[in-house]
């Protein structure tokens, strides 16, 4: 973290409720020799656990769960506490419906154009073949949010690939005009046919990290005008 604290996200099984699976965090404040762990977890069912630092006030967790939401938790006391994010990004993501199997999605936090964001990967699951409904391919897509508003920025991986578990990477370099940002993702993939393959791809986003910034600016426009409207109208009042 921003500070001296080093953690990491864990993925547990509980010895009763039938070894329901649930998401907490480690932490060391001073030195590795000294751990600590979150005294909250997540709801059962919930694995496969992402963590960022945001804006260095506090942690965001996403996990996958079994009902196929993603739910979101954040920390204000560097894990020692687990809240829902009820109300913003907690179920947001997901498919309750199909059930299907855990994954872990990639999530990074990173200032781009001067404003504070988190980018997440999950994949989608488009809709099988009549007959075929265990058959399900899924693209992973990449999500821009500022903690308030939540933008479906598009694809990552191609079509043809049964693309599952992510992660991602933005990477900052200079300053003021000179800066420049690099977006990276790493994920899995399956291919069929007579024999199923499995490898990992790493892949560089320049095309969507253009529209990251698309958005971006659109938000400051907006915002922008809409603050002036406001302020309009209170001179208009008095």
Known sequence: TGGDT?????EATKKEDDGETVSLIIYSLKDTNNWGMSKEISADGCGDPSVVEWKYTKLIVM?????????VYESGDVGESLTEALGTHSCVWGNPKARMK???????AANIEDRDVMLVTLPVYSKPPKGREDNEQGIIRLWLTDNTHVVDIGSVSEEEEDAAASSLLCKSTGSGDDKKEELIALY??????????????????????????????TWKEVHGGVSNLCLSLRANEG
């Open 6 to 10: 080093l953690l990491f996200p864990v």
């Open 102 to 108: 855990r994954v872990a999605s990639g999530l990074t």
């Open 188 to 217: 899995g993939r399956k291919k069929g046919g007579e024999k199923t393959s499995f490898s990992m791809v790493f892949v560089c986003l320049t095309r969507q990290l253009e529209r990251v910034k698309e958005v971006l600016t």
């Open 63 to 71: 996990t996958a769960c079994d009902d196929g939401r993603c739910r």
